[in-house]
């Protein structure tokens, strides 16, 4: 950060290396099957979609990665 005072940009990258935000109801059950625990549940301001906030760790990362090569979403796109 810049020494007086961070950016949004700045706040909001350390935010994202230190917490998850997940607005996808398929990962949080995928997550929530694999015992991952989420911190706290919310609304998007403007969007009003909902998310689950979870803190990363490299647990979480992996679980991540190997929904990503899982999801048949993405496969079917890349093909």
């Known amino acids: ?22 607005y996808s109801p398929n990962l949080h059950e995928f997550l929530k099957a694999r015992g991952q625990r989420y911190i706290c549940s919310g609304l998007h301001e ?8 979870y803190r990363r760790d ?7 990665a190997e929904y990503e090569r899982n999801n048949p979403n993405r496969r079917a796109a890349n093909e």
């Open 1 to 22: 950060m810049n020494g007086k005072h961070a950016t949004v940009n700045e706040t909001h990258a350390a935010n994202s290396r230190e917490f998850f935000y997940c």
């Open 46 to 53: 403007k969007t009003l979609r909902k998310f689950w906030q």
């Open 58 to 64: 490299e647990r979480l990362n992996g679980l991540l």
